[in-house]
């Protein structure tokens, strides 16, 4: 018996063909089983019908809120300082106020919130994706802020003799070692063999939390600077609205700051 194609053909003497009619395979009229969907993969299907959205737990509803007030209380000191020095001329535009505060204070601050799980700017990102940011980031209020200062150095001849000049300075100088520890982090993968990379991260961590720690102390002596007192607000309320920049100053510092000593304070050596 040979088959070709739909027909059988009989190799005997009296041979026949004989039709063979094609009959669809039957069906399985058995209802498809549903399988178990983990709650814990978002929008995946089941049964035809899409899963609900996760739901946020209250502890990253608060994040979220602190993460956009802290954003609006930048914004705000941000606006402020460089409204209060672009408006000027442009022969007196302290340019120093201008940089130093976009590169410390708004940049930088932007920097370190890169890795908070309430930035809705970076909830996609995966974790290689945060760090370049986070390192963008710092670099380019790192060099903003060494502009500014560099202004300030070759404008006046007598150079770091308050408060803020002398905290101004000790950020410069920490600066460069934080930059170095960030590049090395990094890379730490790459560094494994001659630097622990638990060890070089938290080293990071430490010289990093140092250096936001005394720029914004610096731009919190920065409001009792002549210049501040010259092109602020009048003198009547002078007190009152340099008091509230400090306040401001301070809950930035803590909104900001939170997420590198939480890193810091859980972190094993």
């Known amino acids: 018996m040979t088959r070709r194609g739909k027909f059988v053909v009989n190799k005997v003497s009296n041979a026949r063909i004989h039709f063979i009619r094609d009959t669809p395979a039957p069906q399985s009229t058995a209802p498809q089983q549903c399988h178990n969907v983990s709650s814990s993969t978002p929008a995946q299907v089941a049964c035809g019908r899409p899963a609900p959205p996760p739901t946020l737990t209250l502890t ?7 993460t956009l007030v802290n954003r609006l209380l ?7 300082l460089c409204w209060m020095s672009l408006r000027l001329d442009s022969k007196d535009i302290p340019w120093h106020a201008v940089f130093c505060t976009l590169g410390f204070l708004c940049l930088m601050s932007e920097g370190l919130m890169a890795y908070y799980r309430g930035n809705a700017c970076t909830q996609v990102c995966h974790r290689p994706e945060k760090a370049r940011l986070h390192w963008v980031l710092q670099l380019c209020g ?3 802020g060494l502009i ?3 202004i300030k150095m070759c404008l006046e001849e007598v150079h770091f003799h308050t408060r803020h000049g002398i905290i101004g300075l000790a950020t410069m100088v920490i600066l460069f070692i934080s930059l170095l520890s960030g590049l090395s982090s990094l890379y730490a993968a790459e ?3 001659r630097l622990q990379p638990r060890f070089n991260k938290t080293l990071h961590n430490i010289i990093g939390l140092i250096t936001f720690t005394l720029a914004m102390l610096s731009m919190y002596y920065s409001f009792e600077t002549q210049l501040f007192n010259d ?4 003198a009547s309320t ?5 008091f509230l920049l400090e306040i401001i100053t301070i809950i930035i510092f803590v909104l900001t700051a939170y997420g590198p000593m939480w890193c810091l304070f859980y972190s094993r050596l």
């Open 142 to 144: 790192s060099i903003l």
């Open 74 to 80: 930048i914004g705000f000191v941000t606006v402020y």
């Open 238 to 242: 002078y007190m009152d609205f340099r």
């Open 148 to 150: 500014g200062i560099a």
């Open 60 to 66: 990253q509803k608060l994040e979220f809120v602190v």
């Open 231 to 234: 092109y602020s607000l009048d």
């Open 191 to 193: 560094l494994k063999g």
